[in-house]
């Protein structure tokens, strides 16, 4: 079913690709957020700027009473150098678009402009986010502080997928993504010289009792029936060869397939700390630095995306996913915290370089298949009967 024509899909492949050759990271997005604006404003969307820093929200009003639905779109690149040697690669030195967001970007510019061509046809309101800073997930609990979910009812977002068939698209009801947590712990132990052990407080030995001790919480206090990861990313302490220091420091990293785990690995990850620090006389100190929750589609919406990608692109090209595809975090998850909604992917390829990897680059042939997926969600929910 071709919803775009060949001149939209042309335009929205150019924007994907200046995008990509000027990436800019988290709350820097000015140059794009620019563009992204001069385009909506041609297509006559009320636009609110400036929210969360660089972020956008467009509104198209039909003028007709409805629903107010909401897509959301990431742009913001990564410290990541490309290799790719593509004739639009990064212009700039350590940064590029290692995950796809500029073909979000473009995907939502694509929808939008359909989206406008078509509201004599819709009724109520359709919201689009553009957000920043998703890769350190803080942009979308930003936007949602400043009032972008304001009136919206239901949220739609989706991320494309290395590893699958080219536009293939996929979904998953419940628990998609997994959620990310981040801890920084402090132990304080007491110094001494590294002849003398029992004179000292090693936080080195204390902290590798503490990183044996964490895998039990997985292995002996999580469900096997759900999903969890406690890993060690970070281990720091001492200064000279030939002594024991006061304080050692690490960052642990955690991964939830659901809220109740992610309620189970933080009680238990806790008291894990405290008894090894407590069964060697030291102190501890646990601070959260970075929570993103799981993220959880509703289950109506998810049928709803499902609906949508049957009737434009046919069951043969759509996957509906029992297990959860990715441990990977994802902010969207707070929208849906907020809003009934649904992330869905869409294949990069089977090919493609990863994510987050210097050669990965985001397929243009996706782009019509995820902006028709917006345009088809749109719409069935404010269709002008």
């Given at each position: ?7 939209a899909?042309?335009e ?10 000027f990436?800019?990271l ?13 385009f ?5 969307y009320a ?8 972020g956008i929200?467009?509104t198209?009003?039909?003028?007709r009473?409805g ?13 990541i150098?490309e290799?790719t040697?593509?004739?639009?690669a990064s212009?700039i030195?350590?940064k590029?678009?290692a995950?796809g967001?500029?073909?979000h ?7 939008a402009?359909k989206?406008?061509?078509d509201?004599?046809?819709?009724n109520g ?11 350190v997930g803080?942009g979308?609990?930003?936007?949602i502080?400043?009032?972008a979910l ?9 991320h494309?997928r290395?590893?699958y ?6 979904t998953k ?15 304080s132990?007491?110094?001494?010289h590294?002849?003398r052990p029992?004179?000292a407080i ?11 001790s ?36 690490m ?6 397939g ?6 189970i690995?933080?009680?238990?990850l ?10 060697h ?5 646990i ?10 589609n ?8 499902v609906?949508?990608a ?11 996913m029992?297990?959860?595809p ?48 917006f345009?088809?969600i749109?719409?069935k929910?404010?269709?002008?009967q």
């Amino acid at each position: 079913m071709a919803i775009f024509s060949a001149e939209a899909i042309e335009e929205a492949t150019s924007i994907r690709r200046q995008l990509h050759s000027f990436p800019e990271l988290k709350f820097e997005e000015f140059s794009t957020s620019d563009l992204v604006a001069e385009f909506l404003q041609r297509y006559g969307y009320a636009l609110r700027r400036n929210v969360a820093g660089t972020g956008i929200v467009a509104t198209l009003d039909t003028g007709r009473a409805g629903p107010v639905i909401g897509f959301r779109a990431d742009m913001d690149a990564l410290p990541i150098q490309e290799e790719t040697n593509l004739p639009y690669a990064s212009t700039i030195d350590g940064k590029m678009h290692a995950c796809g967001h500029d073909g979000h970007t473009a995907t939502l510019l694509l929808a939008a402009r359909k989206l406008a061509e078509d509201h004599s046809q819709l009724n109520g309101q359709i919201k689009l986010l553009f957000q920043p800073a998703e890769e350190v997930g803080k942009g979308a609990a930003q936007m949602i502080e400043e009032g972008a979910l304001d009136g919206v009812e239901k949220v739609f977002g989706y991320h494309n997928r290395p590893g699958y068939a080219l536009g293939h698209v996929i979904t998953k009801a419940g628990s998609a993504m997994g959620g990310n947590t981040l801890y920084e712990v402090k132990i304080s132990g007491k110094g001494g010289h590294a002849s003398r052990p029992d004179l000292a407080i090693d936080p080195i030995f204390v902290g590798a009792g503490i990183i044996q001790s964490l895998q039990s919480v997985i292995s002996r206090r999580l469900s096997p029936l759900d999903a969890g990861v406690v890993t060690v990313t970070q281990f720091n302490g001492g200064t000279a060869g030939n002594i024991i220091p006061g304080q050692a420091s690490m960052v642990i990293n955690t991964r939830d397939g659901s809220p109740e785990a992610a309620e189970i690995i933080d009680r238990e990850l806790r008291k894990v700390i405290a008894h090894v620090c407590e069964a060697h006389g030291a102190q501890c100190e646990i601070n959260r630095t970075l929570r993103i929750p799981s993220l959880v589609n509703s289950v109506a919406e998810t049928e709803l995306v499902v609906e949508t990608a049957h009737e434009l692109f046919g069951k043969d090209n759509t996957s509906q996913m029992h297990q959860m595809p990715t441990m990977g975090a994802e902010d969207f998850a707070f929208y849906l915290e907020k809003r009934p909604g649904s992330f869905f992917f869409v294949g990069n390829g089977e090919d493609s370089a990863y994510l987050h990897h210097p050669l990965y680059n985001f397929r243009d042939e996706i782009l019509p298949v995820a902006a028709g997926m917006f345009v088809g969600i749109a719409r069935k929910l404010l269709i002008n009967q």
